[in-house]
């Protein structure tokens, strides 16, 4: 079996470790050392996609959604907006009062995310136990365990608040909101592969 990276791949590859370099250099230079536990977590993440590529054979949009996420969330954190970060900014006054506000960039990227995850983690079981093929375990199982990363997702999040003073993480509305957002990504990511299937099948 052929272990070498495909070119695209490799583009991916190459864009992503661009990215997370710059910014790294940008939240150092800056101090905002909140951040550098994401990058840890975003390079880890690389290595774990990295060394299973063979493995997986994800498919390489599936690679650029889950860059593009990576990107979203380093400009979430270091792009500043209106004298705060990318993350508060406010997008659709969906709901505004003076407890929440949605839609916030921050709760876009986090459904955007999860819906990436399960996406991802559908792929992985099919794969890996084609028997579930167009099955509702299939649907079910990779969308809650989306949510279940997105739980993983704050305790990284809290461990930044214990490490350091004056994040920008928030309080227990906006956890509460994040775990909504993501639930809501990975469930919608899931009807989407839902009729994709169908679609397929009919086509």
Not at 10 to 17: D, K, L
Request: charged content about 10%.
């Amino acid at each position: 079996m052929d272990t070498k990276p495909k070119l695209s791949e490799i583009m991916v590859g190459g864009f992503t470790v661009t990215y997370v370099a710059a910014f790294t250099i940008w939240f150092l230079s800056t101090g905002n050392f909140e951040f550098i536990v994401y990058v840890a977590t975003m390079v880890a993440l690389m290595l774990l996609v990295g060394l299973s590529l063979r493995k997986a054979e994800y498919p390489t949009a599936m690679l650029w959604g889950l860059s593009i996420w990576g990107l979203a969330h380093m400009a979430g954190g270091g792009v500043p907006v209106s004298g705060s970060v990318l993350y508060n900014l406010h997008l659709v006054p969906i709901v505004d009062n003076e407890r929440m506000f949605i839609l916030k960039y921050d709760q876009l990227v986090h459904g955007y995310g999860f819906g990436v995850t399960a996406w991802v983690l559908h792929h992985l079981l099919t794969r890996h136990f084609p028997d579930t093929r167009g099955t509702a375990t299939a649907l079910i199982y990779p969308a809650l365990a989306s949510m279940g990363l997105g739980a993983v997702n704050e305790m990284i999040e809290f461990s930044a608040v214990l490490m350091v003073p004056d994040t920008n993480v928030g309080g227990y509305i906006n956890t509460a909101l994040d775990l909504c957002f993501n639930a809501f990504g990975a469930v919608l990511a899931m009807i989407i592969v839902a009729f994709a299937r169908r679609y397929d099948q009919r086509s």
